[in-house]
């Protein structure tokens, strides 16, 4: 016969206690893995906001074709150019398009 360990009963209340704290936890991690979640999103929001205004007015303009940008590049030297969609979207060409750059510089 070996020898047993003693061996009592669980004292009442400690199983039921035990469920209740893994149950506790298990909400905290929950909660902690929705803030996680949470957290990411803003960190890309705010990584997206940071990516807009680096790229300034230019993010919102319209691309739009050379012919596009020559038909603006006059009305956008003498002032009467008031589209604020048109304006911003020559701009942008301007800045990206050497042709049309040469072509605005030799109108001014
Ligand atoms: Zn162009």
């Not at 061996?7 to 929950?30: K, T």
């Not at 909660?31 to 990584?47: D, K, N, W, Y």
């Not at 048109?86 to 001014?108: D, G, I, M, Q, T």
């Amino acid at each position: 016969m070996p020898d047993r360990e003693p061996w009592d009963p669980c004292p009442a209340g400690e199983l039921s206690g035990l469920q209740e704290s893994l149950q506790a936890r298990s909400r905290r991690l929950r909660s902690r893995r929705r803030f996680l979640l949470g957290g990411s999103v803003a960190v890309t929001l705010a990584g997206l906001g940071t990516y807009l205004l680096s790229s300034g007015s230019q993010a919102n303009a319209a691309p739009i074709s050379c012919i596009r940008a020559k038909q603006l590049i006059p009305s956008y030297i003498d002032g009467t150019l008031k589209d604020r969609q048109n304006l911003l979207s020559l701009k942008a060409h301007l800045a990206h398009c050497p042709v049309c750059r040469v072509y605005y510089e030799k109108l001014l």
